[in-house]
């Protein structure tokens, strides 16, 4: 499916260092932006609202470029200090993409700022709710959430895709947008 993502080789130096930052973090990135990618052309976006997207996406973690080791690469559950310190990275992530010299980088700024926004509003910045929400943001979340369960990570195994999608339909409306979410669900469903 990477083939169908527009190519945006003045990014790869941004994209590279991220990876070089934390491998982790740079393939989660990846595979985000697939998926991301798979709802918004199932959402019916127009060809330049998808690069967006796909650049939001790829980019939804660059701000974990400034997040300490100690933080970003500890074995387990974050404590409360850290995790304040981790919620920083969508706007670290925001004013790294916003420095970007292409057109449209505020949209996609906008966008990774806002990737933890939830739908009831009890998301991070700044508790944004429903329509409030960048659409770009509401994609990208449910393709994080989805991936983040999926992977292995330092305090978690994998989950099952039936697991995660029980999850996340129990999330459904407080944390993602439940049109968004039932169209993933059927396109999930349809991969499988």
Request: aromatic residues 6%; charged residues 25%; hydrophobic residues 40%.
């Amino acid at each position: 499916m990477s083939d169908i993502i527009p190519e945006q080789p003045t990014l790869d130096p941004l994209f590279i260092a991220l990876g070089e930052r934390c491998a982790e973090t740079h393939e989660h990135c990846g595979r985000v932006g697939r998926l991301a990618w798979m709802l918004g052309s199932a959402c019916g976006l127009p060809a330049n609202e998808l690069g967006l997207l796909a650049a939001a996406a790829r980019f939804h973690d660059i701000g974990k470029i400034g997040i300490p080791d100690a933080v970003l690469l500890k074995p387990g559950r974050l404590d409360a200090e850290e995790r304040e310190l981790m919620m920083t990275h969508s706007e670290r992530g925001e004013r790294i993409f916003a420095a970007v010299r292409c057109g449209d980088a505020g949209v996609v700024a906008t966008a990774i700022r806002h990737h933890h926004e939830w739908f009831d509003g009890a998301g991070y910045p700044d508790g944004l709710h429903g329509e409030q929400i960048p659409l770009l943001s509401r994609i990208v979340n449910l393709a994080d959430s989805y991936d983040a369960m999926a992977s292995t990570r330092p305090y978690q195994r994998p989950r099952t895709h039936g697991d995660i999608m029980r999850i996340m339909r129990e999330e459904r409306g407080r944390k993602s947008d439940p049109r968004l979410f039932d169209l993933f669900e059927q396109l999930t469903q349809q991969q499988a």
